[in-house]
């Protein structure tokens, strides 16, 4: 996500960093987050807050989530991954309507006779709004003929899409989970860093330092999100790290063009339009919002996630599975019943760098040696935004159909709203419709550590480049007896 404040929270980083040397060094015990508190916060002046006991909270609160608890230290709500950290949430407690001095007490006063609960008096220089009356209905900013009533909103309830964020009495933020789809924009969005995400970094390490095989499935968007290092560097780094083996999730991105493609083809006979599955919040938005949408023109296919762990199973039985990825939504796609046999945990690249950072290691600094096996150009650019649509017809042009289909990418949590709106209308004219949350793509996703799209892009159009003579139907043929068809109605 484009200008994402998580990209930039330091202390997020150093938790998440030190929790991971804790657990590689088996140290991790109930005490833990006291002890990482103090640990970062061995000063008495405090330096960000307010004091450094609210300092020393907020830590302690970052790291139960890191350790995978909620921020108060008991056990997570099953299926959700995001929470708020009070403490931190405290220091955002701005009022929706607010009076700026451009106000000129006017004769009228449009703004007391607009207001139907007697919040707004007359002050000395300027009217004034009783907060304990107010109810934030906006009608005083609406009436003021000098435009002098700021209406203005916190950041992390405006890019909610679902409207799943909302406020205690005390203006504390907190997160209604039965409209929540776990996209992260709101955690992207906090200045505060007071919205994160769950994490499973700790059984993970557990997994490695217990001499298990660990597999890590890395996403398309990997590419550029660790500097100028390039991909085999991360890789290597990936086994330094621990993890075993590595597999490219695009070549499963590519059996799900495959499959997504020959949907759309018999859509387009037949006078209906199909939704892509790859974006899990995009999906989840669609089932809650539109559900008609979702019953009658979202994809059957399996995301590249989901074929990815299915061929992880198959080529390394009893191992671990993890998705390495930029998405916290990727988090509750793997508890789906088509997922949740093959998949064991999911990871953001967030907690990659935490992970090379308690290992002291930087990609760029180590060897090319690593060899993984490679997917398509098409399949790669599953990251970007249009990139998974546009592989539907890069496919179909590579099997030689005479069938082109029309696209529509909707880049971003608020175009994904206007254009299942409008094919719930029957308003969207083209064949298919990709969704992707995260304006950018997946290479700008929530937990990336992208601080420049346009160099990252560049990037990786710089690697793809290699790959340019690998055909989507390489991966297609190499895996024909994974089936990637998973109906909605037995998920």
């Known amino acids: 996500m484009t200008g994402s404040f998580d990209r930039y929270n330091d202390f997020k980083k150093k938790v998440l960093a ?49 350790m995978g608890r909620c921020p108060d230290g008991s056990k997570p709500i099953p299926g959700k991954f995001i929470y708020v950290l009070e ?97 992260g924009q709101c955690t992207a969005s906090c200045p505060f860093g007071a919205i994160s995400d769950l994490s499973f970094i700790v059984p993970i390490i557990n997994s490695i330092n217990a001499g298990k095989k660990v597999i890590a499935l890395v996403a398309p968007a990997i590419i550029g999100q660790f500097s100028k290092a390039s991909l085999k560097q991360v890789y290597s780094a990936l086994i330094k790290v621990g993890f075993s ?32 599955s790859c974006c899990p919040a995009f999906v989840e ?34 191992a671990v599975t993890v998705f390495i990825g930029p998405c916290v939504a990727k988090k509750a796609e793997r508890l789906l019943k088509k997922n949740v046999d093959n998949l064991d945990y999911v990871l953001t690249f967030t907690e990659l760098a ?46 030689g159909s005479d069938v082109q289909l029309t696209l529509h990418a909707a880049d971003g949590a608020q175009e994904c709203l206007k254009c299942l709106k409008d094919l719930s209308r029957g308003k969207l004219k083209e064949d298919v419709l990709e969704g992707m949350m995260c304006k950018g793509g997946c290479i700008a996703g929530v937990s990336s550590q992208v601080p420049n799209i346009f160099v990252a892009t560049a990037h990786a159009k710089k690697e793809n480049a290699t790959t340019a003579s690998i055909k989507i139907t390489d991966a297609v043929n190499e895996y024909q007896k994974i089936n990637p068809i998973y109906r909605k109605d037995e998920n």
């Open 18 to 66: 030190t929790v991971a040397k804790k657990a590689y060094e088996g140290k991790i015990n109930e005490n833990t987050p006291n002890e990482i508190a103090r640990e970062l916060h061995p000063y008495q002046r405090p330096k960000y807050r307010c004091c450094v006991y609210k300092e020393r909270e907020i830590t302690r609160e970052r790291s139960y989530l890191a």
């Open 87 to 183: 403490a931190a949430c405290d220091d955002c407690n701005i009022h929706k309507v607010r009076i700026t001095d451009n106000c000129r007490k006017c004769l009228m006063k449009a703004c007391v006779q607009a207001c139907k609960f007697g919040a707004v008096y007359e002050g000395e220089s300027k009217m004034h709004i009783d907060y304990d009356k107010c109810r934030a209905c906006t009608m005083c900013a609406q009436a003021c003929p000098y435009s002098s009533i700021l209406v203005s909103d916190r950041p992390c309830h405006r890019s909610c899409p679902t409207g799943a964020l909302k406020y205690y009495d005390n203006e504390i933020a907190y997160i209604n989970y039965e409209d929540c789809i776990n996209c």
């Open 245 to 276: 083996n590595v597999m490219e999730v695009a070549q499963a991105a590519d059996i799900t063009t495959k499959y997504e493609a020959e949907e759309a083809k018999l859509a387009q006979k037949e006078g209906r339009q199909i939704a892509t």
């Open 285 to 318: 938005l669609t089932k809650k919002k539109y559900p008609e949408v979702y019953k009658n023109n979202t994809s059957d296919v399996m995301s590249p996630m989901g074929i990815a762990a299915m061929i992880a199973r198959q080529k390394y039985p009893g």
């Open 354 to 399: 935490a992970m090379m950072k308690a290992k002291n290691i930087l990609p760029i600094d180590c060897s090319e040696d690593v060899e993984v096996e490679q997917a398509s150009m098409s399949g790669r650019n599953f990251c970007n935004s249009g990139g998974v649509a546009k592989s539907l017809n890069d496919y179909l042009g590579e099997i």
